[in-house]
């Protein structure tokens, strides 16, 4: 579930990146650039978006796995 929640707000995000360039390209490059292309522009997006979140995700692992093992010695200690 937190997954597909994840995944909408990508989506959303991406959507919105899309959105935002578009905005700050001329109309003539717009012209140039098809929907299918800005399409898979929002998936490169959404791609680096996951990437993040899996990075962030793996940092919290570590640090929550490097607390229980302090949190233990410290137990050890008393």
């Known amino acids: 579930m937190r997954e597909a ?3 909408i707000q990508n989506e959303q995000l991406a959507q919105k990146v899309i959105e935002i360039f578009k905005q700050n390209i001329s109309e ?3 012209s140039h650039i098809s929907e299918a292309e800005f ?3 929002a998936q490169i997006v959404r791609e680096a978006l996951s990437l993040e979140m899996t990075e962030a995700a793996e940092m919290v692992d570590k640090l929550e796995k490097q607390l229980r093992e302090k949190a233990v010695h ?3 200690d008393l």
């Open 28 to 30: 003539n490059a717009r």
């Open 74 to 76: 410290l137990d050890l």
């Open 39 to 41: 399409q898979t522009l």
């Open 5 to 7: 929640l994840h995944d």
